[in-house]
């Protein structure tokens, strides 16, 4: 097992500054009743998220990266969830339990009904990944009777995940690594399970999981897919829109950064025609790739953000080696606030589809990132 000098929890997430906001936030509905699946104006839906989104004109929000969470209040016995997605599954949780998942709705209001005539929270999380087609959100409507709420604050900590289909919970909920016989890819997948959301969750930080499975730094899984790579869609809200540009808001400014890129990378070997002829050459064209990618995360996010550099067992060394001396280089540059998490474990079954952390191991990995991030 590799190791480093561990960072301090307490020191990683400082709590920002007093009133911080990210995402977006709408202001709250005084209307009840249903839609009959239209999609409102902002005026009409009291959320808030820190995924990247962006604005339509209509005032719903457009989205494609895998985890983005919508979060609400309301008071009464019911509340609609508008949406207009044919293509991503959504969990819909009540006051902190699960209570529906809707398997790809279309444009509909769903509507959890039946409860306690009180004031309430609402959390509609998006499990699976859409790089290729958007999903909208046209926010959450009160039942007859009831009122939506002001959004609730934004929490002081913050975390983005950056990296694979590892970070995206790709088929982490199966019990089997075949899953074409169980409902495929999308129907096993639980972005709200990875290890990312899992572990910030236990630090009550919000987060961003900017995951796209079979990207990898400079390479994609077994060659796929040449001349692109992770970074061309890293600055985009919408993957799926080419040339597309993410604006950061104001207020997020994550104190830790937690990147896992190079399982693509190194985990198939490579064939005549890709642009790197030999292995050294791979190595050094991703470690030139990866230097600059965290020259941008300096630029965005500034010099006091901790960049958590990991790496994994794949079938090649280089992949772990590589990534400790990338760190080691910041090191020695004189930036101490680049770490270098190694994470393995022999209770990881990998039991997901195709081979994937199952939910058991992105629980598993969820700990020993804790255990990094110690107290």
Known sequence: MRTAPHLSRRALLTAAAAGVTAGVAAAPSQASG??????????????????????????????????IVFEGRFRGTGVGIVLDDSVNDYDVQIDGATVSTLVTP??????????????????????????????????????????????????????????????????????????????GVDRNSNADLAFGPLTARKLDADYQQNAFSGRGMVRNYNGGDPGTDYRTYYDRALLNVAGDV???????????????LGINDFSTPLHPG????????????????????????????????????????????????????????????????????????????????????????????SGLLDQYLVL
């Open 34 to 67: 249903g839609i009959h699946g239209s999609v409102p104006s902002a005026a009409f839906a009291g959320f808030r998220t820190v995924g990247r989104v962006k604005k339509a004109a209509d005032g719903s929000v457009q989205y494609t990266w895998p985890g």
């Open 106 to 183: 279309g444009r509909t209001t769903s509507w959890v009904k039946g409860l306690a005539d009180t004031e309430h929270t609402v959390r509609l999380v998006k499990r699976t990944e859409s790089a290729w087609a958007a999903g909208r959100f046209g926010g959450f409507v009160a039942a007859r009777g009831g009122r939506v709420l002001p959004a609730p604050a934004a929490r002081s900590r913050q975390i983005e995940f950056i990296g694979d289909s590892f970070t995206a919970g790709y088929g982490n909920i199966s019990s089997t690594r075949d899953c074409s016989a169980n409902g």
């Open 274 to 365: 890709e642009p790197w002829a030999t292995q050294s050459e791979l190595i050094a064209a991703y470690a030139s790739a990866y230097h600059g990618f965290l020259d941008k995360l300096r630029v965005r996010y500034g010099s006091r953000t901790f960049l958590v550099v990991s790496a994994t067992a794949v079938s090649a060394t280089a992949f772990a080696d590589t990534v400790e001396g990338i760190v080691r280089d910041r090191n020695a540059r004189g930036d101490d606030r680049v770490g270098y998490w190694y994470y393995d474990d022999p209770g990881l079954d990998r039991l997901g589809c195709d081979w994937h952390p199952s939910l058991h191991d992105h629980h598993v990995i």
């Open 246 to 260: 993410w604006h950061k808001p104001r207020g997020w400014r994550p104190q830790v950064v937690v990147i896992g």
